[in-house]
């Protein structure tokens, strides 16, 4: 399992000790260092079952900068497939990839139903 993370992201390390607390192990994957690809972000999305607008980091200052709101419902998923590639920090996070689910964002609820 893996997890996608900024490393000063407040969300990320609440996720970080919850998994410490419940000794679940994990690869990390810093997404700045290590954006991930548009082929594995669209694996991902469909392992998601969630809408694409969901990856989107939406509270970020680039997401905000670059006026996406009133963009994202006009691009196909193919533009915001490679616009999430471009830059992690477009990626909402954390993202947890397991084999058969991804989990984004920290929803302790959810955390607790796919990883306990």
């Known amino acids: 399992m893996q997890l996608i ?13 919850w998994l410490k607390e419940h000794n679940i192990s994990y690869e990390d994957r810093p997404i700045r260092e290590q954006n991930p690809g548009k082929e594995e972000l669209a694996e991902w999305h469909k392992k998601s079952g969630l809408p694409l607008k969901r990856f989107f980091n939406t ?3 680039l997401y905000k900068e ?3 709101k009133s963009r994202l419902p006009e691009m196909s998923e193919e533009e915001q497939l490679a616009l999430l590639a471009a830059d992690g920090m477009l990626v909402k996070r954390p993202l947890i990839v397991g084999e058969d689910f991804v989990l984004v964002g920290f929803k302790e609820e959810e955390w607790e ?3 306990l």
């Open 66 to 68: 670059m006026q996406l």
């Open 5 to 17: 993370q900024y490393q000063k992201c407040s969300t990320c390390k609440k996720a970080v000790a």
């Open 59 to 61: 509270s970020g200052n």
């Open 113 to 115: 139903d796919k990883l």
